[in-house]
């Protein structure tokens, strides 16, 4: 199974073809602003390195979110239109589930994802590791900051990773102490999205371009004007 992972949720954008046996090819770029010419153009880079077409692959799998939501929205409106052409299944992945692959390793037992999320907040949930798998004992949303961290279990070392850790590490360092702990990893996710994209293709809990509906966990800037105005 060879599948096509697309993510850009954040700054951090990268394309990935992935089989059952690892990483096929990995294009990873930084985006200032819109990923638009880059993400196109590093698709077109992974599948040229494979030498493979659309037409040749199992399917397709996208990071649908939480993330920034013009890249949300970038990411979703180019995998509809490949998995249109190519009459592809796609897995729509959490940003937030991918970052946390990353960390499964050794001896680390809770795993924290933060993304920055902007006006304040973060983007965030909790896992217990078991074995390879991922098992979800706080759920995903936006937070304040302070306040997800008061909610962390309190017996036990949290490995935490992403944009939000960056960005608020002196308050954690405050609220956690030594029980915090950072491992240095990369925020690129196509590899990980395209790793949890074919379990999920696996299962048959593929989607059709129609279905696929981005993850956002808050009102965009656009829908609160409007919300403001209607209200």
Same mark, same amino acid.
């Given at each position: 199974?060879?599948?096509l992972?697309?993510?850009?949720t954040?700054r ?7 089989s059952?046996?690892?990483v $096929? +090819?990995e294009v990873?770029?930084?985006s200032?602003?819109?990923? /638009?010419?880059?993400?196109?153009? &590093?698709?077109?880079? =992974? %599948? ?5 077409n659309?037409?040749n ?10 993330g920034?939501f013009t ?7 180019l995998v509809?239109? $490949? +998995?249109?052409?190519s009459?592809k299944?796609?897995a729509a992945? /959490?940003?937030?589930?991918?970052? &946390?692959?990353?960390? =499964? %390793?050794?001896?680390v037992n809770?795993i ?5 999320a ?5 983007f ?14 706080i759920?995903p949303a936006?937070?304040?900051?302070e306040?997800f961290l008061?909610?962390?279990p309190?017996?036990s070392?949290i490995h ?6 960056d ?9 956690l ?13 196509a ?12 299962e ?6 129609d ?5 956002y ?12 105005r209607t209200?």
């Amino acid at each position: 199974m060879i599948i096509l992972a697309i993510d850009t949720t954040t700054r951090f954008g990268s394309v990935a073809l992935v089989s059952e046996t690892g990483v $096929l +090819a990995e294009v990873n770029y930084a985006s200032p602003s819109s990923h /638009s010419r880059q993400v196109f153009q &590093a698709v077109d880079e =992974v %599948l040229k390195i494979v030498g493979e077409n659309l037409d040749n692959l199992d399917g397709l799998a996208v990071a649908a979110g939480p993330g920034s939501f013009t890249g949300i929205r970038i990411g979703l409106s180019l995998v509809k239109a $490949l +998995a249109l052409a190519s009459k592809k299944p796609v897995a729509a992945v /959490s940003s937030l589930e991918a970052l &946390a692959q990353k960390l =499964v %390793l050794p001896g680390v037992n809770l795993i924290v994802p933060m993304l920055d999320a902007r006006k304040g907040e973060i983007f965030g949930c909790a896992y217990k590791v078991a074995g390879l798998e991922l098992e979800e004992i706080i759920q995903p949303a936006a937070y304040n900051p302070e306040a997800f961290l008061q909610i962390l279990p309190e017996d036990s070392f949290i490995h935490l990773i992403g944009t939000g850790v960056d960005l608020y590490w002196p308050l954690i360092i405050e609220k956690l102490g030594q029980r915090a702990k950072a491992i240095d990893r990369t925020y690129y996710l196509a590899a990980e999205v395209g790793k949890l994209g074919g379990k999920i293709l696996k299962e048959g809990r593929g989607l059709s371009p129609d279905q696929l509906e981005p993850i956002y966990y808050r009102k965009s800037q656009a829908e609160e004007k409007k919300s403001g105005r209607t209200e």
